[in-house]
């Protein structure tokens, strides 16, 4: 039996052990800015982009002598990007800061990122000594209320002793419903002050560290609902988007399609959400396809998991045609029935939800044609790879997309992550690229569809996942957008490849133009050539151009094998803006009042 005049608590005692113990006193003077790195410490912090200023100064102090991994990054915009590509390879948050004004509004594109994808970040932000706020401080703006669109929440501190519960908050934001960023405002007063704490006080709640954080099971008559509809389907078919990934499902799901021969199509996002060389794998859907629109138009129910079904999924809301019968699962409410009537609506996470779909189908047998149907997707992805054999292996010079994308199928290992681009790269790359192995191995960054996140999404996802190979495809208008971060790459040491496609051009803008308004009507579309090669190499990393179609498989293989930092190849790909659309000639293409063609 425990003697509790030993064992119980006693903070008296405690004191006297610690003393004993020749630890310091209970309390410890600290200042604000230690308080909050002490507290990202006890979170689990990766690493830390940011640039300085006055303000968070002695947060930048304490995270030099605790030894947190903290980055000068030299754009706020890429530190975000960064740490959203962190989180979203590691589910872990992602940590981002950046002084008051110019430092937050810079901070704004990335975070919209996050907010829209999903991926859980912290951003700290410094603010003006409350003082004299909002007496012409330098560099002061409405930084709250710039911010409070592009994030989950803003969380501004006001009392310096609030440092850990707040802190404890915004991860508790981050990585709850659909995870999202949290700008955590810090005046320069909270963080220069000094308080009397308990270190050992400086604690995180394990179960916020990652996201999900929680997971929700769907409606129990819901549910029920929807697996008599999977159950007598003859032709279902799962549309998978990014939310997938934030949920970690993709495991569940590949499982959940085996067991009941369900194909699954995916968006950019959810690539990877059955490996692409799965015999259920039905490739991309909606602007771009292989073959899962036609299976779409086809399908008696679809099951759309973690996906907004937004304009690019759906081909600007024409994809699924109307009439079909969906079962829509989300872990927003409100996204169910935002575009699509949903005939059953399953409100929680993903993997709960798949699981809990598994287990109401179980005993259950699909209908004899299932199979057929899941046959379908064999014989007609054969048949699209066939098709598709001459763009993925083109002798094109200059080098085709497509012949890149060939190239990076053959080489790249099944651990890969493909860090895509907003412009081009994305719609090629989700198209076109085979990822052998399920999970999150395809990062574009769809949330927002910046140009600029190739680079620096490049660096957050070596940075979660050191061990995998990285490659990223840029545009060169993208890649001009951030190289200043081959600079950061470098001091890091983080050997990332960045792929940039060599246009000469805001490609995509041209071939919209060269579409719309006819040959030689361009406008403010095309970039001084230049030879990113020379500018890595300048910059002092290693840098390759690649200008006809058999160079590019070694330069690649040289990319794999290196490990000391950036690896720039700058590829040299058509200028004519006839040829730039994927898996569209430009030539052919009708425009339809209102809609996109690309
Ligand atoms: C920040 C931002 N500005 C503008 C756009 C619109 N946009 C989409 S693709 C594109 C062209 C980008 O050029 P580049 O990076 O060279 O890629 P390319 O299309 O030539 O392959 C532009 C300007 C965007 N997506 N993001
Ligand atoms: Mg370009």
Not at 45 to 69: E, H, W
Not at 223 to 252: K, N
Not at 293 to 317: F, H, P, Q, S, W
Request: charged share 20%; glycine share 10%.
């Amino acid at each position: 039996m425990p003697d509790t005049l030993t064992h119980g608590p006693s903070p008296i005692r405690e004191r006297g052990e610690r003393l004993r113990e020749g630890k310091a006193e209970m309390t410890n003077e600290m200042t604000g800015g230690e308080v909050l790195a002490r507290m990202l410490q006890a979170h689990g912090a990766g690493p830390i982009f940011g640039m300085g200023g006055f303000q968070l100064l002695p947060f930048y102090d304490a995270c030099r002598r605790l030894g947190l991994s903290h980055s000068l990054i030299n754009d706020e915009r890429c530190g975000a990007f960064a740490a959203d590509a962190y989180a979203k390879v590691s589910g872990r948050v992602g940590l981002v800061d950046a002084t008051l004004g110019p430092g937050a509004t810079n901070l704004v594109t990335g975070l919209v990122e996050a907010l829209n994808a999903g991926s859980p970040i912290v951003a700290i932000v410094g603010d003006t000594h409350r003082a004299h706020s909002w007496k012409n401080m330098t560099q002061e703006a409405h930084q709250a209320e710039i911010l409070r669109p592009a994030v989950k929440e803003v969380i501004r501190v006001e009392v310096t002793a609030r440092l850990p519960e707040l802190v404890r908050r915004a991860f508790a934001v981050a990585t709850t419903g659909r995870p999202g960023p949290v700008a955590l405002i810090v005046p320069e007063d909270v963080c220069h002050d000094t308080i009397a704490l308990d270190p050992e006080s400086l604690t995180a709640n394990a179960r916020y560290q990652m996201a999900p954080a929680l997971r929700a099971r769907p409606d129990a008559h819901a549910l029920a609902e929807a697996a008599a509809l999977l159950a007598g389907a003859e032709r279902p078919l799962i549309l998978a988007g990014g939310g997938v990934h934030i949920s970690r499902a993709a495991q569940a799901l590949q499982t959940f399609a085996e067991r009941f021969q369900i194909p699954v199509a995916h968006t950019m996002s959810g690539k990877g959400a059955v490996a692409c060389s799965s015999p259920l794998s039905a490739g991309l859907f909606g602007r771009y396809d292989r073959i899962a629109n036609g299976m779409i138009a086809e399908a008696d129910v679809l099951l759309a998991v973690g996906c907004k079904l937004g304009e690019i999924a759906t081909k600007r809301y024409t994809v699924p045609p109307p009439g079909k019968t969906l079962i829509h699962l989300d872990i927003v409410a409100e996204e169910i029935d935002r575009t699509y009537p949903a005939a059953v609506a399953l409100w929680g996470d993903a993997k709960a939800g798949l699981n809990a779909l598994n287990d109401a189908l179980a005993g259950k047998s699909p209908p004899a044609a299932r199979s057929a149907w899941s046959d379908e997707v064999v014989t007609r992805m054969a048949a699209w790879r066939e098709s598709a054999r001459e763009r993925l292996e083109s002798e094109e010079v200059p080098v085709s997309m497509g012949r890149l994308i060939g190239e990076l199928n053959r080489l790249l290992p099944g651990d890969a992550i493909l860090v895509a681009d907003g412009g081009f790269a994305a719609h090629w790359g989700g198209l076109l690229f085979d990822q052998r192995q399920a999970g999150r191995g395809f990062l574009p960054d769809r949330g927002f569809a910046s140009i600029g996140y190739g680079l620096p999404g490049a660096m957050g996802a070596k940075l979660a996942a050191p061990e995998r190979p990285v490659m990223a495809i840029t545009g060169d208008g993208g890649f001009n957008m951030v190289l200043g971060e081959l600079e950061t790459a470098r001091r890091m040491g983080l050997a990332v490849t960045i792929i940039v496609v060599n246009n000469a051009a805001s490609g995509y803008v041209k071939a919209l133009q060269h579409l719309m308004y006819g040959e030689g009507a361009y406008q403010s579309s095309d970039l001084a050539e230049t030879n990113y090669a020379r500018v890595a190499e300048a910059m002092g990393c290693r840098g390759v151009r690649v200008e006809t179609p058999d160079a590019l498989a070694p330069a690649l293989k040289e990319a794999l094998a290196n490990k000391d930092g950036p690896f720039v190849i700058d590829l040299v790909v058509t200028r004519d803006p006839a040829k730039m659309l994927p898996a569209a000639d430009s030539r052919a293409v009708q425009v339809k009042k209102g809609d996109r063609v690309a």
